[in-house]
């Protein structure tokens, strides 16, 4: 099953598709923020038994640099075979949608991100036919946001930086500031920071990070109402508490499908409602964001 933490650091692009522009202007590369943001199908199966699926692909209008697809793959280790998959993945996105497409690798890993950032020339080396080049981000490349005013004014950056410095020793004061922004929220804004507590938590993976978020969200569980507020209510409760919990999730899934106009057949309510997994109802939580069908909440990703 692809991890949670794999999840939030593509996904954190499809609820502000705008963080592109503000994330790879780090890199020297500047691209105008987006006008409008649609998201297409990652499914990039043709008709045979080889299945390829971007995790985030985005058909993206700026003003200044017209229309681009922009693929996005979280990456968590060394692949030997991703090169070729993401030469696929560019030569069938041109040749689908007749746009030019980027490609941007978010990697949590320093080693890795390091890796993925090689540029990969295929075909003879006196006349490569086809070039593949990755935007990178990793630790190196997003800023570690500590200023609860500076994680004010962009939540998702704070957000991805988060994730990327999971490991790192400023991690703490990175969620800290996010949680001080994040309280900051109106009223109206509740729903919006669930998202993103939900991409944090999720981002986070398995670290003491995570643990530290945990702490945070004890402190005021009135506010936050994601699912690491739900399970610390529930600690120290009968097995039976914990089924209810994922009762309670399942039926937020279904009212976010609802509220965003989703179509949900009787047979894909009774699989949500039967799930009894956390962390499964958890991705799907987060796929229902932005999933324009339920077979999309559903369906398998690369890892």
Same mark, same amino acid.
């Given at each position: 099953m692809v991890s949670s933490s794999h999840e939030a650091l593509h996904r954190i692009f499809q609820e502000d598709p705008a963080l592109f522009a503000r994330a790879v202007r780090a890199l020297g590369v500047t691209f105008a923020e987006p006008v409008s943001a649609v998201p297409l199908t990652t499914d990039l199966t043709e008709n045979r038994p080889v299945e390829r699926r971007v995790d985030t692909l985005l058909r993206m209008e700026t003003s200044d640099n017209g229309s681009f697809l922009l693929a996005v793959e979280s990456q968590g280790k060394q692949d030997p075979d991703k090169h070729a998959s993401w030469a696929y993945y560019l030569a069938h996105l041109y040749a689908k949608y007749g746009l030019p497409p980027v490609l941007l690798v978010v990697c949590a890993d320093r080693r890795t991100a390091s890796w /993925? /950032?090689? +540029?990969?020339?295929l075909g003879p080396p006196q006349w490569p036919s086809l070039t593949v080049r990755p935007l990178v981000l990793g630790p190196d490349h997003v800023p570690v946001i500590d200023s609860a005013d500076e994680a004010a004014r962009d939540i998702p950056l704070t957000v991805l930086s988060a994730a990327l410095h999971r490991r790192d020793p400023g991690a703490d004061a990175i969620l800290k500031a996010l949680a001080s922004a994040l309280k900051g929220l109106s009223a109206e804004d509740e729903s919006t920071a669930s998202i993103y507590i939900e991409l944090t938590e999720q981002g986070l993976g398995k670290t003491p990070a995570a643990d530290?978020? @945990? +702490?945070i969200m004890a402190a005021d569980l009135s506010f936050f109402q994601s699912e690491t507020a739900q399970s610390l209510r529930a600690e120290g409760r009968s097995e039976g508490r /914990?089924?209810? @919990? /994922?009762e309670g999730r399942a039926e937020d899934i279904l009212l976010l499908l609802e509220r965003r106009g989703v179509p949900v057949s009787g047979g894909e309510r009774e699989r949500i409602v039967g799930c009894g997994d956390l962390d499964v109802l958890g991705v799907w939580f987060t796929r229902a964001i932005t999933a324009g069908s339920v077979a999309e909440v559903f369906e398998p990703a690369e890892g």
């Open positions: /993925a /950032a090689r +540029q990969v020339d530290f978020w @945990r +702490q /914990a089924e209810g @919990r /994922a």
